[in-house]
């Protein structure tokens, strides 16, 4: 087979973000743009000849097409094995589980997450490691430094892979393995979990409804939910993915998943609802009468992970975004293990992961997981509080109240303003910056400010400093306001505003989230002009 080596020329805006490189689907369609990307990725790779590439997609539009030019780029550059899953998919915990199970040299994750799909939806590369996790900075900024010099890329002129059946095939010299995506995620999730203590609870009546939102968590609901653990048929809804989610927004929040959000709010509605994202790695937690969000299910989850049979012997550590609420540093502070504050994104985590310092962590961005792969993964979430609610046989919401009761409650909100001029947002966020060091001591509307920083990470493990990532102003009573500049977009800047208010284990837990925290929005309106600058009287999306 006679390797080709074809002309290119770089394009400019090959930037990885948060999470690998986002695009609309039709960025991505111009001609070598996938080709470019991918030859820049195996070119700031060392040692992969003969090695195993993990290849898997969400399901969404254009994930058939770059898949093919995936498989031929891989075998031109001297990969020895891909596996890839059925029909292209693999969630990005699955991708995660098969890259680290078989000891894969890394992976190629194909996904825009949440973000909307079909022709004019988004679509995404993301390279991930042979731990299993998203590549680290040293490497997306290798890769973005490649793009802008790339010259040509190495592709077989070969016909596509069939990725319908199971089994082996051969392109070149390198082997292709088409493998069963759920069977492997299936086991693991049964390792960790007691599966009996949970078909239990649904035998004696207990509902739940898992909204797949027409993504690629379907068959692993099916599967695991509906199959091994014996929930009724129809626990699973939008269960088959589809390329472009059925025209929807396949993000697990109480916007895109509202009429779930009614129906736990009624009487005769389930005793669970939960959701995940596109690809799978965020999840949604809803009992009877009673949402919990990102940040306290993280600290629910560290706080009773110990009746799994996964995380029975304790764990290690918890780790949190820094935007995310403290509310799991009060359960560390508490179990007496490590607490470790990461910039946004899930490669942060990887480290800690690796050197066995912490064993969860979680984001407010919907984002919770554990050690068992260095992705977040929504159905472990899930799994994990049906586990939790077998075992201490109680609601949702009591469970949550007597961790108030406890703990205290973090009140915590996130404003977001969608596709703001990207000039506009960056001035805000530098003005505000520049005015930090002033702000230590002074009182703002009451509230006596404690410290005020742009926050840069100290990777404890490998010595590494990552600065810029993200405005916070805390105050002495333990509130917090933190501004920054999403990752993630893909079309202007979405600016983010996280607001978060301490209130004691004996203090009053039942206040309404947007009134609890309105003294701080006020004060942040205050700081940072946002309504004056960008002409939005209110964010675009409140969660
Ligand atoms: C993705 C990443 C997360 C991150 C989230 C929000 O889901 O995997 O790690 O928290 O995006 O990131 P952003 O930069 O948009 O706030
Ligand atoms: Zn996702």
């Not at 006679?2 to 111009?30: C, E, W």
């Not at 995506?181 to 898992?210: C, H, N, W």
């Not at 961005?365 to 075992?391: F, M």
């Not at 990752?487 to 004691?504: D, H, M, N, W």
Request: hydrophobic content about 35%; proline content about 5%.
């Amino acid at each position: 087979m006679t390797i080709q080596t074809i002309k290119t020329t770089p394009y400019a805006d090959q930037k990885p973000g948060t999470s690998g490189l986002r695009k609309r689907v039709t960025v991505y369609q111009q001609p070598n743009y996938v080709e470019n990307y991918i030859q820049a990725i195996f070119d700031s790779l060392e040692g992969f000849a003969g090695q195993t590439l993990v290849i898997g997609g969400d399901g969404r539009f254009y994930n058939d097409v770059a898949i093919q030019k995936a498989i031929r780029i891989a075998a031109a550059n001297g990969f020895g094995k891909v596996l890839v899953g059925q029909g292209g998919l693999l969630s990005t915990p699955a991708a995660s589980n098969v890259i680290r199970h078989y000891k894969a040299f890394g992976g190629l994750v194909l996904s825009a997450s949440h973000n909307p799909g079909g022709p004019e939806g988004d679509f995404g590369i993301k390279y991930n490691i042979g731990n299993g996790g998203p590549a680290p900075e040293k490497i997306t900024d290798a890769v973005f430094a490649r793009t802008k010099v790339i010259d040509t890329y190495k592709t077989l002129d070969t016909p596509d892979i069939d990725l319908g059946s199971i089994g082996t095939q051969e392109i070149g010299d390198m082997v292709v393995e088409v493998i069963d995506p759920v069977k492997d995620y299936a086991t693991l999730m049964e390792q960790l979990f007691d599966f009996g203590a949970i078909r239990e609870l649904f035998a004696s009546g207990f509902r739940m409804t898992f909204d797949a939102m027409h993504a690629v968590t379907g068959p692993y609901a099916h599967a695991i939910l509906e199959g091994m653990l014996g929930a009724p048929k129809g626990t699973v809804i939008n269960g088959t993915p589809s390329p472009s989610f059925n025209d929807g927004h396949p993000d697990p929040n109480l916007v895109y998943c509202k009429e779930m959000y009614d129906l736990l709010m009624t009487p005769t509605g389930p005793n669970f609802g939960a959701a995940s994202d596109g690809d799978g790695d965020r999840n949604l937690i809803i009992g009877k009468n009673r949402f919990v969000t990102p940040s306290d299910s993280l600290a629910l989850l560290a706080a009773n992970a110990h009746l799994a049979p996964g995380y029975k012997g304790g764990i290690a550590g918890i780790a949190r975004s820094m935007p995310t609420s403290a509310a799991a540093d009060r359960v560390a502070e508490k179990l007496g293990i490590e607490m470790h504050e990461t910039p946004t994104g899930w490669k942060f985590f990887g480290n800690l992961l690796d050197a066995g310092r912490v064993t969860i962590c979680g984001e407010e961005s919907a984002g919770t997981g554990s050690n068992h792969v260095r992705e977040k993964d929504g159905l472990w979430a899930v799994l994990l509080w049906l586990n939790i609610l077998a075992v201490r046989k109680q609601s949702v919401d009591e469970i949550v109240r007597e961790h108030w009761a406890t703990y205290g409650r973090n009140y915590y909100t996130r404003h977001d303003y969608e596709e703001v001029d990207s000039a506009i947002a960056n001035a805000l966020v530098d003005d505000l910056r520049g005015r930090l060091a002033g702000l230590p001591g002074q009182v703002l509307q009451g509230l006596e400010v404690a410290y005020a920083d742009d926050f840069t990470y100290h990777d404890p493990v490998d010595g590494s400093t990552s600065a810029k990532q993200g405005v916070r102003v805390g105050f002495k009573d333990g509130s917090r306001i933190v501004v920054r500049l999403s990752g993630t977009g893909t079309v202007g800047a979405t600016l983010r505003v996280y607001l978060e208010r301490y209130e004691p284990a004996d203090g009053q837990h039942d206040l309404e989230t947007q009134a609890a925290l309105e003294p701080l929005i006020k004060l942040t309106e205050s700081l940072a002009g946002i309504k004056a600058r960008t002409g939005r009287s209110e964010p675009s999306v409140i969660t």
